[in-house]
């Protein structure tokens, strides 16, 4: 198969529709609907069921669909780190949800720079569920992610740590006295609904809660009395005088881990590796 030929059959399958997938791609309908016809053909397996007003993915286009995503994150990541190592500017580059494990983030730098031949090492803060995709097409180096929130399917991987969850309240709620909660007691808060985080494709779930960006935006609106939240314990370390953080029992753990492309070869990766586990 072709890049090009992948490029096409995963927009098709994404929008679900020739036309918006042509436009998507920037070239004219009838040669996107041949270019899928000749993949099929020479796969010998129908990848999309037609008709005259919808198309599906059969079995088969959904697995290719999956395939073909991670080879073409394989193809830009090799054009990115290609690119970038022929600058001559030794260097790596670590991707991390912005206000999580920040205490974790700032020791492993400080044990990294500390190593004999360590490179330098840039962050790349970004927005809930971002860091994987950063990772697949070449962005970044090595990330941290958090299970189960995360999934490192694809990826090496060690764990770091794992920790337990809290319920972030405003101070001074009745709920902070308590020495724990349940999740059926936070999810019923009057007042207070549980936040809506943005999808990988930028979309957010259904929902009365507020839609929010980062953990900043997040703080400022349980201060203000307009949500709560059920976050590792970690955040603790971040926390303002107008906000509490309360156990929560049943919460499912969360490990932190670090991960990197299975591929990579990189002595200053294995380096950084090497550092996060020794903390």
């Known amino acids: ?18 036309g918006r997938a042509a436009q998507r791609l920037g070239i004219a309908q009838p040669p996107l609907s041949r270019a899928i016809q000749q993949l099929e053909r020479r796969l010998g397996v ?29 193809v830009d990541a090799a054009d990115r780190r290609t690119r ?40 790349l803060l970004c927005g809930p569920a971002e860091q994987e995709p950063l990772l697949r097409d070449g962005r970044a180096d090595v990330a941290l992610l958090h299970r189960p929130f ?40 009057p007042g207070l609904p549980m936040p809506r985080w943005p999808a990988p494709d930028g979309t957010y779930p259904d929902g009365p809660g507020p839609q929010v960006r980062d953990s900043a935006q997040l703080f400022q609106l349980i201060a203000l009395g307009r949500a709560s939240a059920v976050l590792p314990e970690s955040c603790r370390t ?11 029992l049943d919460a499912p753990t969360v490990t932190t881990v670090i991960a990197w492309p299975p591929h990579s070869r990189s002595r200053a990766v294995a380096g950084l590796v090497r550092a996060a586990t020794r903390l």
């Open 150 to 189: 995360d999934s490192t399917t694809g990826f090496d991987a060690e764990e770091l740590c794992t920790e337990g969850q809290v319920a972030l309240l405003p101070a001074g709620h009745p709920f902070t006295a308590r020495s724990h909660l349940l999740m059926a007691d936070v999810t019923a808060l």
């Open 46 to 74: 129908a990848l999309l069921e037609r008709t005259s007003r919808t198309v599906t993915l059969t079995e088969a286009g959904s697995v290719l669909l999956r395939e073909g995503r991670a080879a073409l994150d394989a």
């Open 84 to 123: 970038r190592a022929a600058t001559g500017r030794p260097g790596l580059v670590l991707v991390t949800k912005a206000g999580a494990s920040g205490d974790l983030l700032r020791k492993l730098l400080d044990a990294y720079a500390a190593e004999p031949g360590a490179v330098t090492v840039d962050v």
């Open 238 to 248: 971040h926390l303002r005088g107008d906000l509490a953080a309360v156990p929560v």
């Open 1 to 18: 198969m072709e890049t090009r030929e992948l490029r096409y059959f995963v927009a098709v399958a994404e929008e679900l529709h020739f």
